[in-house]
């Protein structure tokens, strides 16, 4: 066992597995739901940017390149100032949801290097103009644009040209888990000598204004290179740094004058670093003041060009005489060796340079994305904020029928600044990337989303804090199962208790799907978006007036995925429970009983040979809605495989599958797609075969779905074929939109008209392999459609993960897809290396689009690695057809 192996294995005997040091900072608090205490819901507006640096927060802090403990209490990141801006650069600067072209945008340059599970090694790395932050240059161009134009982004501003700025690296290295060392070095980009202050920043999140604590904490003097911050619940803590040119105090607590207009009890105030620093104001009192509960020593800085200043802190536990001994440096040295070693020892051996480079990074990501979030929705709607009267209408407002969330806890973030809340269906997915790392934290994160402070008594999952009622695709029985057999093929022991567990809430859950969702009692579902925005021809979500429902293909789908899902389980418990063996059987038949509805009742298209969603109107004949598009696609996810072993130890189960199956055929009922091979092992499947080769067809097509980076959301077809349909009098249309959204449609930010995502090429690259390692040759595609190269279904996976990868990787000229016109930056020397992992990816040009830190999903490049990996020993034996780039 590594050394992380060893803290991952204590940490795996605490009720939650977790440091209690850690990125836990928000990377965005304001613009948030949380922060909202408007009487109209409107969170962009009512906290603005304009108002982090100078407003305290009632939920959570942000910071930049921050850390925190497990509650938040004491927070550390870092302040800068170039000698141009009008305000510090404490926190991350984006645009608001109103703001942007397409929506919300972070405008900063920013990467996540390193990290380790237990957080005893991480590095951050920012990118900070010497030139004024462009604020109001961004702000105003992004107005300016169409929603037909591209984003306005800061490597168009300038500001970046000629290399004039600071890379500025945060490097944490932990002694001890309360015992942490920081080292900040500030690299001169430019060609000449440049001015930077810095101020490594400690404050306490301010919890004294709402009546929390009995005595107010406090950060006090202890000498000129050391203070003492005093928590009544975290304890002492004591912050170390070198010789600074100054010491600041203030409070973390509003500027109320700058607020709201009302005068300040003290000069005191959270911005009062920000103008001392500035405009000069207040020094003398501030560092004159010897306690508050916010603190920073400042380091005025004169960085030659080409050269680096490195600064030291520590924060620990402990009272240190001497606190930066002979040798204190070792401890970055013996970490970030204990990093590569932990990577080397869970990653493939022999994966190259680059595709390793991609992982760490990616998982990386997933590290730095947790993030301490506090919300308990009941005291959000009854009380004040302070500044703001508690109003009626939030009480018939968002989220006012969940009443019993209260969140309080560590969760992986989709984004830490776009997605700063959680997600029901990225965490699903997050889960299998950090289940590659720490599945003991995958696994409570799983079941944290579960326990009763989230899911609502009915069942119902939380989606997110937006909309808590909104409903997302419910992948987390096929997340636990993807989570099993990670964890499973690490240790070589599955953990059944684990399931047991996620098992019994699922339950609650499915049955919620089944109660809400299934308006007919027919078993097709409906669902709304489902996590898919703005894929359909109009919003999926919006119920129409009259007698008029919406069937959707996507939503039925995903819950045979679910039934099936939940009979893999089942079948897994039983194996040494056998009292799950007749919840194997339930799900069984539930899964044909849903295989039937999506097959016989409307939703197949026998003329285009594909599913679509369908409008019923009463008195008036179903109308099939034509798009081409993922939601067409979805059920191929639903594909599993029962071992001999498995039906022969659980002889109910298979006495009363070979019941149920008998007694549908004799009567003529529908049975879903169900193979045996020649060992015994039966494959289940919502497809017929027939339908899953033509469904290939188009999957496969460079005309259709197939792209250079992977599978459209929306089929190209619709380029030149675009689809309309009238309802109620409306016209409602859709076409092939490979980029940034067009459409307002859930706020605009996303787009899933012909843009290439992470989660659906994961699922249906899985998905092909499952069928293929069932079929092996006796099933070949055309691949691509069209071009004489057949390929069984195992190397169909094995093309698409290397086309999703090769968005991520440099070719020839250095450049990587994802960049697009920014290459040009990412070939200078030192960037060259430099990882983003966006949140969708543009259909055509492969270009990343969205959200530019959405390691929610996007990390699951870092498995599709892996598996490349893992099977490069392995795919040359399967069949001499594999083209010679697999195996490269």
């Given amino acids: 066992m590594t050394a992380e192996h060893q803290r991952l294995a204590v940490n795996a005997t605490k009720a939650v597995p977790l440091a209690q040091w850690g990125p836990y900072l928000s990377e965005r608090q304001w613009g948030t739901v949380r922060e909202d205490y408007s009487n109209n819901g409107d969170a962009w507006h009512y906290f603005p940017f304009e108002h982090a640096h100078c407003r305290s927060y009632i ?29 510090l650069k404490e926190r991350l600067f984006g645009l608001g949801n ?47 644009r169409s929603k037909q134009d591209p984003e306005y982004e800061i490597l168009d501003t300038g500001v970046f040209n000629d290399n004039r700025y600071f890379d500025v690296k945060i490097t944490y290295a932990k002694e001890s888990a309360q015992d942490m060392f920081i080292r900040i070095d500030v690299t001169n980009r430019y060609s000449q000598a440049a001015d930077l202050s810095l101020l490594p920043t400690l404050w306490f999140y301010n919890r004294w204004e709402q009546g929390a604590f009995r005595q107010k904490p406090c950060i006090s003097y202890i000498n000129k290179n050391s203070v003492k911050a005093e928590h009544e619940r975290l ?99 013996v970490r970030k060796q204990e990093a590569d070693e932990f990577y080397a020892a869970i990653l493939p051996k022999g994966t190259d340079s680059e595709k390793a480079n991609i992982q760490r990074q990616a998982l990386a990501g997933i590290l730095w994305s947790k993030q301490y979030y506090h919300f308990d929705v009941e005291e959000w709607l009854t009380q004040s904020d302070g500044i703001t009267p508690v109003s009626a209408s939030k009480m018939s407002g968002r989220n006012n029928d969940w009443k019993h969330l209260k969140n309080q806890d560590i969760i992986m973030m989709p984004d830490k600044w776009e997605y700063p809340w959680y997600a029901a269906w990225d ?80 339950l609650l859950n499915f049955t919620w799907w089944i109660n809400r969702k299934d308006v007919n009692g027919n078993n097709i579902f409906e669902g709304g978006f489902l996590g898919l925005d703005n894929i359909g021809v109009f919003n999926r979500s919006f119920h129409f ?101 498995a039906m022969d130890l659980l002889t109910d189960f298979k006495k009363r599958v070979t019941w149920f199956e008998n007694y549908r055929k004799k009567n003529a009922l529908f049975w879903p797609n169900e193979e045996r091979s020649q060992d015994g092992e039966i494959l289940l499947s919502l497809v017929p075969k027939d339908r899953l080769i033509d469904m290939l067809q188009r999957l496969l097509n460079e005309e259709e779905f197939l792209s250079e980076g992977g599978i459209r959301a929306l089929s190209k077809y619709h380029d030149q074929h675009p689809y309309s349909v009238t309802v109620d009098g409306n016209i409602y249309s859709i076409r092939y939109d490979p980029g940034d959204s067009t459409s307002d449609m859930f706020g605009g930010n996303s787009n899933w008209r012909g843009p290439v995502w992470m989660p659906i090429n994961f699922l249906i690259i899985q998905s092909i392999r ?30 698409l993960s290397l086309r999703v990868v090769n968005l991520f990787e440099k070719n020839e000229e250095g450049a990587r897809t994802l960049y ?18 966006y949140e969708y990816f543009h259909g055509d040009s492969g270009r990343g689009l969205g959200a530019s830190h959405q390691t929610g999903w996007t990390a699951l490049v870092a498995e599709l690695i892996s598996e490349i990996g893992e099977r490069k020993e392995t795919i040359s034996d399967r069949s001499t057809a594999v083209p010679d780039k697999i195996l490269e």
């Fill in 770 to 799: 499952r069928y293929g390692e069932f079929y092996g040759d006796s099933l070949k595609v055309e691949y691509p459609t069209g071009s004489g190269q057949h390929l069984n279904l195992e190397q169909v996976a094995n093309e």
């Fill in 235 to 333: 304890g002492d803590y004591y912050f170390y740094f070198q010789n600074p040119d100054k010491l600041l105090f203030t409070e973390n607590e509003t500027n109320t004058e700058k607020v709201t207009g009302a005068p300040n009890k003290s000069i005191f105030v959270k911005d009062a670093f920000n103008d001392a620093i500035i405009e000069g104001k207040n020094v003398n009192e501030l560092t004159a003041r010897k306690a508050g509960t916010k603190v920073s020593p400042v380091y005025q800085l004169k960085i030659n060009a080409g050269a680096t200043k490195t600064v030291y802190c520590r924060l620990s536990s402990k009272q240190i005489d001497a606190p930066f001994a002979r040798g204190f440096k070792d401890v970055f040295k």
């Fill in 427 to 506: 965490l699903g997915f997050q889960c299998i990337s950090m289940a590659v790392v720490d599945p003991t934290f995958a696994k409570h994160q799983l079941q944290l989303i579960m326990r009763e402070w989230y899911m609502k008594p009915d069942g119902q999952l939380p989606a997110y804090e937006w909309n808590f009622s909104d409903v997302n695709p419910p992948v987390q029985a096929w997340a636990a199962m993807q989570i099993y057999h990670i964890e499973k093929k690490q240790t070589g022991k599955g953990d059944i208790q684990f399931l047991k567990k996620v098992f019994h809430k699922l």
């Fill in 98 to 144: 109103p703001q942007g072209n397409h929506g919300e945008d972070v405008k900063e340059l920013y990467y996540y290097l390193d990290n380790l599970p237990t957080h005893y090694y991480m590095e951050f790395l920012y990118k900070y103009p010497q030139q004024a932050f462009p604020y109001e240059q961004l702000r105003e161009e992004n107005k300016k």
């Fill in 820 to 837: 697009g016109d920014y290459s040009w930056f990412y070939k200078q020397p030192g960037n060259e290396e430099l990882v983003m992992f």
């Fill in 59 to 87: 939920w959570g802090e942000d910071g930049l390149a921050g850390i925190s403990d497990f509650f938040g209490n004491l927070c550390f990141g870092i302040s800068l100032w170039n000698g141009q801006d009008n305000i």
């Fill in 545 to 645: 007036p009259g007698e008029m429902q919406l069937e959707q293909a996507d939503g039925t789908s995903w819950m045979g995925i679910y039934a099936l899902d939940m009979m893999d389980m089942a079948v897994e418990i039983a194996l040494e429970d056998r009292s799950f063996e007749d919840m194997a059987t339930k799900f069984f038949e539930h899964f044909v009983l849903i295989a039937e509805s999506l097959n016989e009742h409307g939703l197949w298209n026998e003329e285009d040979r594909f599913f679509y969603d369908v409008l019923c109107v009463t008195g008036a004949d179903p109308v099939p809605l034509r798009i081409q598009s993922v939601v067409g696609i979805t059920p191929l996810y639903a594909v599993s495989t029962i071992s001999k072993k």
